[in-house]
């Protein structure tokens, strides 16, 4: 099984920054793909950006640019900052992993954290 934990969300200004954090632990061989989604009211999750193990991205076009997704392999850890925040931007924000699992499911979600911009 593997817990995630997500943090940074709050209230910004457009034009801002946030940086969101996702911590995974628990019992896996490794963790592959890490990514970041969001849903927002009356709208379909869609996918905010993506990293794969070796350390390559992607990203939605709406983000292009001003979000940036990093990991830390030795912390087990996803970050995404994000810069020049619009109200449209506003969201929960999940992180999703993909384990290489000892026992177990492969994809995992975390609670979510909300980001609010505000015009």
């Known amino acids: 099984q593997v817990q995630l934990v997500e943090s940074g969300g709050g209230l910004v200004q457009a034009g801002g920054s946030l940086r969101l954090s996702c911590a995974a632990s628990?019992?896996?061989?490794?963790?592959?793909?890490m990514s970041w989604y969001r849903h927002a009211p009356g709208k379909q999750r869609e996918a905010v950006a993506t990293?794969?193990?070796?350390?390559?991205?992607s990203y939605a076009d709406s983000v292009n640019g001003r979000f940036t997704i990093s990991r830390d392999n030795a912390k087990n850890t996803v970050y995404l900052q994000m810069n020049s925040l619009k109200p449209e931007d506003t969201a929960i924000y999940y992180c999703?992993?993909?384990?290489?699992?000892?026992?177990?499911?492969?994809?995992?979600w975390g609670k979510g954290t909300l980001v609010t911009v505000s015009s």
């Open positions: 990293i794969s193990t070796g350390g390559s991205t």
């Open positions: 628990g019992t896996f061989f490794r963790i592959n793909v």
């Open positions: 999703h992993v993909v384990v290489a699992p000892i026992i177990g499911p492969t994809d995992y």
